[in-house]
């Protein structure tokens, strides 16, 4: 009969700000859910509070003994402390920016807040994390939370098609001017596409 798997003792004083962050911004996301569309300022508010109480939250362990969890893959130690505290800088004018500009240009929501203390928080793990485990751990996470690709329809507003089309104006002009392409505009065929050819004409001229 094969031996029980012994599951590693976890020392919570090591990972309390991660389960600050963490498990405020998953009690922010059902919060949200009763919070009107109109005051999603609230949400930013009590984000920031994670914020704080999590910063808090590492200044006892300041110059303390160094602690180690989960198989001495995640360690709490000075370097770690102040990583931590300026990821959370960050996120905290992250968040009284956005407090404003959001409601100015049309796009508050209130999973923005929630996503920004999860890509916090994972940036924390990186931080704490000795172990290559911890690191690809932390890399997905980071990669599932990306703020650009969880809010791909939320900004449609004429200021945002203008800097679209002032960029596909400037790949079009450069195309033309380093490969002699001419490319088309939007048609039935696929919106913004470029074709084979002109890649393809583009690459030949960059090698000759």
Not at 11 to 16: G, H, Q, Y
Not at 39 to 54: C, D, E, M, P, S
Not at 120 to 141: E, R, V, W
């Amino acid at each position: 009969m094969s031996d029980p798997i012994a599951f590693p003792a976890i020392d919570a004083t090591v990972i309390l700000q991660l389960i600050i962050v963490f498990g405020w911004s998953i009690v922010l996301l059902v919060i949200d859910l009763f919070i009107a569309r109109d005051n999603k300022r609230l949400t930013g508010y009590l984000a920031l509070l994670g914020i704080v109480v999590a910063a808090v939250a590492g200044i006892p362990f300041w110059n303390t003994n160094n602690g180690v969890t989960f198989s001495n893959m995640i360690v709490l130690d000075n370097y770690a402390l102040v990583l931590n505290w300026i990821f959370l800088l960050s996120a905290a004018i992250t968040i009284v920016i956005s407090l404003d500009y959001l409601p100015h240009q049309g796009i508050e929501r209130g999973e923005y807040y929630v996503l920004l203390l999860m890509a916090t928080g994972g940036m924390m793990l990186l931080a704490q994390g000795i172990d290559l485990i911890a690191g690809c751990l932390d890399d997905q996470l980071l990669l599932l939370i990306n703020l650009r690709h969880a809010f791909p329809g939320v900004d449609r507003s004429d200021a945002a098609d203008d800097v679209d089309a002032g960029r596909q104006s400037r790949g079009h002009q450069l195309l033309r001017e380093r490969g002699g392409v001419e490319v088309g505009g939007r048609g039935a065929e696929g919106e913004n596409k470029i074709t084979h050819t002109a890649l393809f004409s583009l690459y030949n001229r960059q090698k000759t």
